[in-house]
């Protein structure tokens, strides 16, 4: 099967599509035939040895943590789900034809495949860190970073749960945040003012989805410095905010809540598509900083 992957870390220029093994479904999982596959920016850390702590690569190595497609293999003990289901949801190395998920929804028939594939790993992220803050009705929000694939995604679960949300971009993002419910603020030096300016009640909680604000004026912009969460930065020093990379939360529930808001259309995700052979330009894109809503390949 034709997958994209790279035989030593570097570059985007490393990325090759070519013939790889085909996987099987273990105990607790799916196969797919792929339809679409989001691109995040994992995949280029990845890809990148960010993520190797200094040791080679073993075998040739593969990209993409999230995927919607068709089951074509159905693993041990997995009930449910049925040869033919259209699904999307997380997985490993879904640059592919074929993937595993490990994680999966039922794919609504009204959700483009594109929308679906690029919806795992935010709708999982922003789910995870708007529980962990406690986000509801009632609640104020800031998403720093509120443009981006998680940050679009956190705003509109939060409005759609009746919070007040603030969020951040740049210039050129301004007006989508608006349009996608949030009260937009410019990023960078002075962010804590613009945002009490635009939430003079202040906020209950912060979600620092892009890892650019320091820790301590994430800390100084809520009461209890616990109330501020980061999924993009790990030296938090004694700022008190929290860090989180993962296994709180039912992950298929996540995904489930997810496919519900898309259908609804209280959930939009703005994609933009590739084609597999052209997966370098994407990547560019997605290692620039400045991505609007979420990438996505198509096998
Ligand atoms: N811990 C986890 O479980 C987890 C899960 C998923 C992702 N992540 C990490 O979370 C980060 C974001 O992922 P993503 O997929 O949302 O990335 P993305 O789609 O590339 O979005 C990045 C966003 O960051 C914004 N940004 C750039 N500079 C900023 C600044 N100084 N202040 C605030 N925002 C700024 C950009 O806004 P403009 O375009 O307006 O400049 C852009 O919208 C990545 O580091 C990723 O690896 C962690």
Known sequence: MKALQFSAYGGPEVLTVGDAPEPHAGPGQVRVQVRAAGLNPLDWKLRAGYLSQGAPLEGPGRTGFEAAGVVDEVGEGVTGTAIGDDVFGLGNATHAELAVLDAWA????????????????????????????????????????????????????????????????????????????????????????????????????????????????????????????????????????????????????????????????????KVQTFPLERAREAVEISESGHVRGKLVLLP
């Not at 509109?156 to 993002?173: C, D, K, L, M, Y």
Request: glycine content about 14%; hydrophobic content about 50%; proline content about 4%.
């Open 106 to 269: 039922a794919k609504p028939a009204s959700v483009d495949w594109a929308v679906a594939a690029g919806a795992g790993v935010a709708v999982e992220t922003a789910i995870r860190g708007l529980d962990l803050l406690g986000v509801g009705r009632g609640s104020t929000v800031l998403v720093d970073g509120g443009a981006g694939g998680v940050g679009a995604v956190a705003v509109q679960i939060a409005v759609s749960r009746g919070a007040t949300v603030v969020a951040s971009a740049g210039e050129a993002n301004q007006g989508y945040l608006t349009e996608i419910g949030a009260l937009p603020v410019l990023y960078g030096e002075g962010l804590a003012e613009r945002v009490r300016a635009v939430a003079p009640q202040g906020l209950d909680a912060v979600l620092d989805v892009a890892g650019k604000t320091p820790p301590t004026t994430l800390a100084s912009m809520v009461a209890d410095p616990a109330q501020a969460l980061t999924i993009a930065q790990f030296d938090l020093g004694d700022s008190g905010i929290r860090l989180t990379t993962g296994g709180e939360i039912d992950r298929a529930a996540a995904l489930a809540e997810g496919a519900r808001l898309l259908q609804s259309n209280d959930l939009v995700v």
